[in-house]
């Protein structure tokens, strides 16, 4: 592939803005070697740091730090790379990139380094997005499984299915174009079902480790609900392990929308604690409940709290139809410490519930259970890769073409619709990777990523 604006230079900021010890600011593209003859006086020798002055067009210093030089094709765009590492002053930066634009290169946009490294096929298209998740990684283990990711661990798995469809596709053509010859019955001889089974089984494989992926990069967002003084505050800085919801006696004393991010054992979770649903008169509460019935368009699950000692009251019953229609709820039965309850998961009127003492920690562990398998992660080890849920739908894609084809062959003999299927099931794989693309999914995945990146 030709990477897109290859013929021009492109320059930015490649860490975090702002005062630091240090600010790199990275180069790339066919002007670089001219553009570090006139900033530092000459082309550094590549992949050696080299000392040097950042110069303005009369000769002035800018700044000076490190000079690192990569020659295309040998870098991560694929093209000529400089990255000037100096001090980081957002004004010395401001001024440095302003010498480099006046030299030649332009600002880059979102994503714009790692997109011309993959369109000059150095990284695959789900490794690009690795990078963003990488970065963006709210636990330890969600950034190892992205390392994993851009190290190549999925586009590996998904090259292999894609080789395999490929021979299987070769094979039924062939038993397509040359159905009579030496009298084999290529179709129905059950070479083609058992490769095609084999395949789906991969598959399958595959499927499961990308849902365990993305359970850990996506993470749940949970708004917890329930009538006043039931717990709603106690299990929030439980889970969070800090007092960060005030509790009282007091009915309604959480007014606002509160959120917390936390992991349970690297699930990254967004906790949402609200003034529950009902009617007030006070209109400070009042803006508390509209916040949180805004906060159901956006939530993963609903953690609707109860008082264990009184069990499901009407007043919870209304809540739960309230949500039941929006998002999936899980019943939480706090105060079993009052109640005399036995703490862990189980049902309450045919619902999912789990049975808690915020004030003690009883039954968290059985909740932090609850979570992970909801979020499809269970407690099973971390993910082999990071994955996202464009990469499941192409998974779901291929499996369900895979289905088909099957049918045709097994119910019909259909060759040519077999072919058919397992050329889209391809085609969904060729997703993943990038090998098949559309503009508006690149546009969407590069423009999330920080400029620079």
Known sequence: MAAVGSNDTIAA?????????????????????????????????????????????EGQAIDHGLALYFAAPASFTGEHVLELHGHGSPVLVDLLLARIVELGARLAGPGEFSQRAFFNDKISLDQAEAIADAIAAGSQVSARAAIRSLEGAFAREVEALTAALTALRVYTEAAIDFPDEDDVDFLGDGQILGQLDAIAADLAGLRQCAAQGAGFRDGLRLVILGR???GKSSLLNRLARRETAIVTEIAGTTRDVLHEQLSIDGLPLTLVDTAGLRETDDPVEAEGVRRARAELAGADRVLLVIDDREGLTEADRALLAEVDAQVGVTLIANKVDLSGGLPGSGRIAEREAVRVAAIDGRGFDALAHHLKTLAGVGDQ????????????????????????????????AAGDLLAEELRAAQTALGEITGQVTSEDLLGAIFTSFCIGK
Not at 16 to 26: D, E, F, Y
């Open 13 to 57: 900021l490649a860490s975090a803005p702002g005062q630091a010890g240090v600010a790199v600011v990275r180069v790339s593209g066919p002007a670089v070697p001219e553009i570090a003859k006139a900033l530092i006086g000459r082309l550094p020798e590549p992949r050696y740091a080299a000392l040097a002055g950042f110069v303005d067009a």
């Open 228 to 230: 006043p003084n039931v």
């Open 381 to 412: 080890a971390e993910p082999a890769f990071v994955a996202r849920r464009r990469h499941l739908a192409a998974l779901d894609t291929a499996a369900a073409a895979l289905a088909a084809g099957r049918e045709r062959l097994v119910n019909d």
